[in-house]
């Protein structure tokens, strides 16, 4: 396939409610979507990156500008026999993946409609339905985490994700496994603290939680490698894993015992896949991560959900927990066993809605040959 066109385009989505983390506030996305346009058919990927470097070093108008000036003019026309070849055609770009990987992406759904398959199934899915759990945001008070603890809970999801960060971190962990003794918990500190705060780490021990996502620094491994033996309770990383490299660098240190995969930080699925991959073969239990994806972004994930790897349930949750109108049809819904069918349309397996689209859209840029 050769690659004659790519479309970009910024949407503005306002999030029905506020998302909270140890770093900042988010009330609306402002998202890159990617068409890429072979032989008549297309494929379409959407930037998973926030709004500010704060998350990690990319933002959205850092993306819209090395997809525009870099990374799409790499694959423009270029002869791809697979998908995979993608971050080949784009390694002269160092980091960035956020941007490469909305573009990779793009390429899968694409050769994926080529060969009439779903995306799934292109990927080497196996698993039929995907588990899933919810990230909630931080509240300022536990009255108002409890409530929004009750509804996902009721609504069948399987794990729930709490966002902790300083001076918001055991007391109310405490407040809420008090009312909830058994359910499935984990929380993620998104890098509010440093090995100065082991003892207050170690007081989370005490509540049986499934996991501490990413409490140390966005690119550390080190410190996470000295933390891990001092808690009973796992350490996964999310934003220090940026490849297979990283993962076989944190899990030869010990420095975790699980991982989150998140496509835009690893750089799309070919990435994706090799962390799964090889995290499968030595039983570490990887699972999806989200970035407040928008309807394309939310359908990559369940494919990549369907791989062997993803054993535990991931940050895959409904459109309505996030948007009043998701930008696909139909929207993502979760059934009350906390699960997401995969889809069985070519593709993604959904419809892009490109009116919906076009009514949010505040930019757009083409290049082509
Ligand atoms: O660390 O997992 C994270 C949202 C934005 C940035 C980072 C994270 C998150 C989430 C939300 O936890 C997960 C979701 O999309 O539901
Ligand atoms: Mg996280």
């Known amino acids: 396939m050769k690659i004659d ?5 910024e949407i503005r989505l306002p999030l029905v409610a506020p998302f909270e983390t140890s770093f900042g506030r988010t009330f609306e996305r402002h998202i890159i979507l990617v068409k890429v346009f072979s032989e008549g058919l297309h494929g379409w990927g959407e930037c998973t990156v926030g709004e500010n470097p704060f998350y990690n070093h990319e933002f959205t108008e850092s993306c819209w500008t090395v997809i525009r000036d870099f990374a799409g003019p790499m694959v423009l026309g270029r002869e791809l026999e697979s998908p995979e070849q993608v971050p080949q055609l784009t390694r002269q770009i160092r980091g960035n993946k956020m941007a490469r990987g909305a573009v990779e992406c793009a390429i899968w759904d694409l050769e994926a409609r080529r060969q009439g398959v779903p995306l799934w199934q292109l990927l080497g899915g196996t698993q039929e339905v995907i588990n899933c759990g919810v990230s909630l945001g931080l509240e300022d008070s536990d009255a108002a985490m409890l409530q929004k603890v009750e509804k ?3 609504a069948g999801y399987q794990r729930i994700k709490i966002k902790i960060k300083p001076g918001r971190d055991v007391e109310m962990i405490r407040a809420l496994r008090r009312e909830y003794p058994n359910i499935v918990m984990s929380v993620d500190a998104n890098s509010a603290y440093t090995l100065d705060d082991v003892e207050l780490l170690k007081k989370l021990d005490e509540f049986n939680l499934l996991m501490i996502e990413q409490p140390l620094s966005y690119d550390d491994i080190i410190d996470h490698a000295a933390l891990q033996p001092q808690l009973k309770t796992a350490i996964c990383l999310d934003e220090s894993i940026l490849s297979l490299d990283d993962a076989r660098k944190a899990l030869s240190l010990s420095a975790c015992r699980i991982i989150n995969v998140k ?10 896949r090799k962390i799964q991959g090889y995290c499968h073969e030595r039983a ?4 999806c991560g989200g970035m407040l994806e928008a309807g394309i972004g939310r359908a990559h994930n369940i494919h990549m959900s369907t791989l062997p790897g993803f054993v535990l349930p991931g940050d895959v949750s409904a459109s309505k927990r996030y948007w009043s109108e998701d930008i696909i049809t139909p929207p ?3 059934t009350s066993q906390g699960t997401i069918p995969r889809p069985t349309g070519v593709g993604l397996g959904y419809e892009v809605n490109e009116k919906r689209i076009d009514s949010l859209t505040t930019r757009t840029e083409v290049i082509k040959l």
């Open 263 to 272: 496509l835009g930080r690893v750089s799309g699925h070919t990435e994706a």
């Open 332 to 334: 993502v819904e979760v």
């Open 152 to 154: 996902e809970v009721a």
């Open 5 to 9: 066109r790519i479309e970009l385009r």
């Open 284 to 287: 570490i239990p990887v699972w």
